[in-house]
Structures are given as C-alpha cells and as structure tokens.
C-alpha cells in the first residue's frame, strides 16, 4: 500500500530593493527634456571611462614609431634590406651569394681567433719573462691547431681571403702577417706570406668596413644578428 502526502510549497515573494540613485536618476530623466538626458548620460559615460583609464598601468601601453601620411598617424617599421638585380646582374648576383657563403662559413673562425689573439695580448703584453710567453704562445697555438686544423683545410683559398679579412676585422685593424710575425716570428711570417702568393692570396688582407668592404661588412651584422655575436 502506497501513502500520498500532499505537501504545499509557499514561495515568499520579496520584491528587489530600490535603488535612490536609480529612481533619482529614473525621475531626473523623466522630468527634462529628451535630448538634455541624453547629454548628461553621455557625460556621466565619459567620466567613467576616464575613471576606467586610471587603473592602467605603464605596461598596458606599447610605445611605437610612427609617421603622419595625408593627416593618418600610422606605426613605422624599420624592415631589412631586401637586395634586387636585373636580369643584366645575374653575375653580380652570383658574386654575392658566393661572398655571402664565404662569410657564413669563416666568420666563427674569424671571431674565435680575434679572442684567442687579444687574450694571448693580454697575457704577453710587456711581460719580460719570455720563456713563460713561448710556452704560452705555443700551448695556444696547440689548441688551436685541434680545434681548426681539420675545418680549415677544407676552406677553398676564396674562403681563406675573406677569413684573413675577417681575422683583420675582429682583431682591430691587425692583419695575419703581423700577427705571424709578433707570435712566431718574422720568418714564419714571410714563409706564410710567400705560401700565399703562390695561390694568389695576401696575407696581408686589409679591411674597409666602409669602402670596398662594405658588401662583406653588412653580411657580418647579418651573421651578428642571426646568431648572437657582438659587435
């Protein structure tokens, strides 16, 4: 047997709270005119968005370049340089693809000796103990030897010229025949320096970052830039 009972719910209906603000506001409205409402809503809005502005902080907003074009502020950017050839400079073209290779290949090397050489610098520099500054040339000069000898072998003499210019670059202004000439002496140096005349190099590569070197010295930045070295 089953059992029903009947239950009655009351619901207790509590009407929302009035707002005095609203119901100002809800009289205010209604007594002026249309359009003088609709002024003081906007005014009220613009305060609250100012309001809204103040909880900004300094990281919410981005600083940027821009320009005015035609009375338009529009953001600048600064792109990189884009190389163009006619079909006339197809040679051209070639040339610096080919330099642009030889940069990517040698440049490593070349920062690594510009270190290896301002260190030895440093260590040597009116130090007159010169037993001390031999044995330590020539622990230098066998590390690099392990280091290098392998990968520079298989530089082709293009890529030994620009290598010597770079090396030229990245010691300030000292080219490999002085460097020969102060570490190993002068006779080393010029047996080196007829070794590379004898295939058409010098090891006495200048450098001109701004003149005739220019091409080589934007394809270093972009090396610089690609791969984090300093300047």
């Known amino acids: 047997m089953i059992f029903i009972q009947n239950f009655t719910i009351n619901?207790?209906?509590?009407?929302?709270?009035?707002?005095?603000?609203?119901?100002?506001?809800?009289?205010?409205?209604?007594?002026?005119?249309?359009?003088?409402?609709?002024?003081?809503?906007?005014?009220?809005?613009?305060?609250?968005?100012?309001?809204?502005?103040?909880k900004y902080g300094p990281n919410d907003t981005i600083l940027t370049a821009a320009i005015v074009y035609k009375g338009d502020t529009i953001e600048a950017k600064i792109l990189a340089g884009v190389y163009v050839w006619g079909r006339s400079k197809y040679t051209a073209k070639q040339?610096?693809?080919?330099?642009?290779?030889?940069?990517?290949?040698?440049?490593?090397?070349?920062?690594?000796?510009?270190?290896?050489?301002n260190d030895i610098e440093r260590h040597i520099q009116a130090n007159p103990d010169k037993q001390y500054v031999t044995r330590y040339i020539n622990s230098k000069e066998k590390a690099l030897k392990k280091e290098f000898t392998e990968p520079l072998t298989n530089l082709s003499v293009y890529q030994g010229e620009v290598l010597m210019k770079l090396i030229n670059r990245e010691t300030g202004g000292t080219n490999c025949y002085d460097i020969l000439k102060e570490l190993k002496g002068g006779f080393?140096?010029?047996?080196?320096?007829?070794?590379?005349?004898?295939?058409?190099?010098?090891?006495?590569?200048?450098?001109?970052?701004?003149?005739?070197?220019?091409?080589?010295?934007?394809?270093?930045?972009?090396?610089?830039?690609?791969?984090?070295?300093?300047?």
């Open 188 to 231: 080393t140096a010029r047996f080196w320096q007829t070794v590379a005349f004898i295939f058409g190099s010098d090891l006495k590569q200048p450098y001109d970052a701004k003149g005739k070197d220019a091409e080589m010295e934007s394809i270093v930045r972009e090396v610089q830039r690609m791969y984090g070295y300093s300047g």
């Open 95 to 117: 040339r610096w693809t080919r330099l642009r290779n030889a940069v990517y290949v040698t440049y490593p090397y070349a920062k690594r000796a510009g270190i290896v050489f």
């Open 11 to 54: 619901i207790l209906y509590r009407p929302p709270k009035r707002n005095k603000f609203t119901d100002i506001m809800r009289a205010f409205i209604n007594y002026i005119k249309p359009a003088a409402a609709l002024s003081f809503v906007l005014i009220l809005g613009s305060f609250d968005r100012a309001a809204g502005q103040n």
